[in-house]
């Protein structure tokens, strides 16, 4: 799964090999990897990469991509394309990477992220539609604002600037370093993320392998429907939430792959939200609903 560390070699005009070369500059005589040949210069200039605090439903949507092996959950993110405005950008990769339409785009920061020569320009957007991760994402959460924790570096100044805007005094955390094959390994899209500690949400220092509902909060209840052919799952959860008092929360497991249409419609219908949900290793959907 990992990808090489990729350096500029060769000129990409004539294909000589590049060198330290001085030239005189603005600024003086700078060196720089420059073409003997031809005189291209090597400007490595930093990189344009958007990222999204996800509004959806009064809540933020933070998402754990799948080639992270711990288990934080970040802003959506995407370097801009060529032919594109930065808001076309965002409003195109929150549409690849969870499936919402963006309806409102305001700038929150820009900021240069130094280690990954990056810089990031970070929206907060308001988003619509039904929420479908991409293969690049492995699962997402719902976040009350109130309750968000923030990281130190990267998109995660973005989100702490955007709630203490709006009167939340995020408590931050600090992520574990990831190593540099995982840093390189991801995708384009995910670099901003990935490179360095950028996600929210409680880190895995409670427990890796527990399972994430929403904000952290505890369950009330579980209903394994493991196994179970549609509607049964829908019908067991139906059932255990009208145990349940209003702002509790149930999670289901079920198998049935029908469950992950069946549990989005079901809370749209019958307005208990569908707070989280991700597949395990094994194969298991787990939904987190929040009784209305
Ligand atoms: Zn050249």
Sequence with gaps: ??????????????????????????????????????????????????????????????????????????????FMEAGESPEQGIAREVKEEVNLDVQQCTLVDVSAFLRMNQVLISYHVVATGEIALSPELSEYRLVDPAQATVWTTGTGLALQKWLRARGFEPQVIERYPQTSAQASSAAPNDDAASGAPTAAAPPSATSPTAPHDGAGDAVALEVDAKGLRCPQPILRAKKALATLQSGQRLRVLATDSGSLQDFAAFARQTGNALIAQHTDEAGVHHFVLQRR
Excluded at 57 to 78: C, E, M, V, Y
């Design 1 to 78: 799964m990992s990808t090489p560390t990729y350096e500029m070699r060769y000129c990409p005009h004539c294909a000589t090999a590049l060198a330290w070369v001085q030239a005189p500059e603005d600024s003086g005589l700078v060196d720089r990897l420059r073409c003997p040949a031809c005189g291209w210069t090597h400007w490595n200039n930093p990189t344009p990469v958007l990222a999204a605090i996800v509004e959806y439903h009064d809540q933020i949507l933070l998402a754990r991509n799948a080639l992270w092996k711990d288990r934080f959950f970040g802003l959506i993110t995407g």
